[in-house]
């Protein structure tokens, strides 16, 4: 589905910030101020429109378009020695458009199309391969995201990643990771994405039954599923990834331990699970706004914490261990998540294609969001930056300190040593209220997160926002 199963990577995403006026909809475990004391209880535990789940700070609704200057300054000038570089490519092509999806995809496009997007995105990486901050570098992990990237053809990808290479080498890359519809896949499709040299291939399951997976907009069916994860095994990738989502139209109790049963029974080395939310430009919204609807048609928060709870646990009676508050991996000594890992900890990441978002030098950025204004920008030799913001030290440091509390463990020596900042004395009343709230617990220098603080964790990270991006706008 997205970036391998790493939602809180997904850099290119629209929105990406709960804000108040979704607080309600995004039940916690806990009472905020933000909610009236008036407000039913399954009005507060329902699913409504709108992103909660955080991916990037500052929030994105602060980065401001025209700013390109501050682009290229950052690529102006040289990297950080110890700066990780890795390498986001957007492959915005899909068979069908799920109602729940909230991306950049398109599935109207012709094989000249997609050929004419593809050399573009060449375009790009040329011109930027060639700024100061890139120019020398080799990227650590790599990661072809979407859309749908197993759309393209067998070679189609192997034209496209051996011109990457030559720009580019990967010579240094851990980790390539690469995101798959079932249904696109075939046993000379898998083997040249094994070719290309993808170490972790994850799977878009979402759900195992076909009516679910039909009346929610997906593409493929269950006997593709097998079919695909059969074919995967068989190519012998290091790493597959499975995705689902607790919580679609029409999910029921049932439906869910089956599809715990069915992850358990192929075992994979890691699974990766979402909580279904419904962003605004959706299928669902759209239908929810027509018929005067606030609440979605789908599990309540109360009902998909649990079942992602219930799910872990079966996960690690199996064997496994939660390694965030979505991931569960077989073998944490070998099943790693590197570009969740360096990313969260403050590497540059250029995105490459339409709304692709990048991290350079301090500096986030999102490439133009229509198709045809980027391609416009790419044959004018022009960077098709769209919006930006140009962080601060303390911006940065809050940045790696949210995105690394979803990881359920922060070391407080690691802020110390690298921003010399004390995050537990920083944030000591907000760390005590969320400790007498049971959700986590702070021990020995780190900040550990219960079970049910990481099941809800993008709601309890803004209390550590800076006040001024504590906002009811959405992008």
């Known amino acids: 589905m997205v970036l391998g199963g790493q939602r809180g990577l997904n850099v290119w995403k629209w929105g990406g910030f709960c804000n108040k006026s979704n607080y309600q909809g995004v039940w916690c475990p806990r009472i905020r101020e933000e909610q009236s004391m008036t407000t039913a209880t399954e009005q507060k535990k329902a699913t409504r429109a709108g992103n909660y789940f955080i991916s990037n700070y500052p929030p994105f609704s602060f980065w401001s378009e025209g700013a390109n200057p ?124 094994k070719d290309i040299g993808v170490t972790r291939l994850s799977l878009g399951i979402e759900n195992f039954d076909d009516h679910i997976l039909e009346i929610n907009g997906r593409a493929h069916r269950s006997k593709e599923v097998g079919r695909a994860y059969e074919r995967a095994r068989a190519e012998g990738f290091e790493q597959i990834n499975i ?18 049963e069915k992850t358990i029974e192929l075992s994979p080395e890691s699974v990766t699970i979402y909580q279904m939310e419904i962003p605004y430009n959706t299928t669902i919204y759209k239908e929810m706004k027509d018929a005067g609807k606030l609440v979605a048609p789908v599990a309540d928060w109360e009902t998909k914490r649990r079942w992602v709870k219930e ?29 969740r890992d360096l990313l969260w900890g403050g590497a540059d990441l250029l995105g490459l294609g339409v709304a692709s978002f990048s991290h350079a030098a301090g500096v986030h950025y999102q490439n133009l969001t229509e198709i045809d204004e980027y391609t416009k920008a790419i044959s004018e030799g022009v960077m098709p930056t769209k919006r930006s913001f140009r962080t601060t030290e303390e911006q940065r440091m809050i940045r790696e300190f949210i995105l690394q509390m979803k990881l359920g463990k922060v070391d407080g020596d690691y802020f110390a040593q690298k921003f010399g900042v004390d995050v537990l004395n920083r944030w000591s009343g907000e760390l005590a209220q969320l400790s007498e709230e049971k959700l986590l617990s702070v021990q020995s220098g780190q900040i550990l997160l219960e079970r049910d603080g990481l099941l809800c964790v993008d709601n309890i990270l803004h209390d550590f926002f800076l006040p001024e991006h504590r906002t009811d706008r959405i992008v």
Request: aromatic share 12%; charged share 25%.
């Open 243 to 260: 995705d689902l989502i607790a919580g679609m139209i029409e999910e029921t109790e049932e439906n869910w331990q089956r599809n715990i």
């Open 311 to 339: 799910a872990f646990a079966a996960l690690e009676s199996a064997g496994y261990t939660i390694g965030s508050g979505y991931t569960a991996v077989k073998n944490p000594a070998k099943t790693k998540f590197l570009y």
């Open 70 to 193: 501050e682009v290229e300054e950052a690529y102006a000038q040289l990297a950080q020695a110890e700066t990780p570089l890795g390498l986001y490519h957007h492959i915005p092509f899909c068979r069908k458009r799920c109602h729940f999806c909230y991306f950049r995809v398109y599935t109207d496009k012709s094989a000249a199309d997609i050929k004419q997007y593809l050399d573009a995105t060449l375009q790009e990486l040329e011109m930027m391969a060639k700024k100061p901050l890139i120019q020398g570098r080799q990227p650590k992990f790599i990661y072809f995201g979407g859309g749908t990237p197993s759309y393209l053809s067998a070679k189609q990808l192997g034209e496209l990643t051996d011109r990457m290479k030559k720009i580019l080498p990967w010579d240094e890359a851990e980790e390539v990771a690469f995101e798959c519809e079932p249904g696109t896949l075939n046993e000379g499709k898998l083997k040249a994405i």
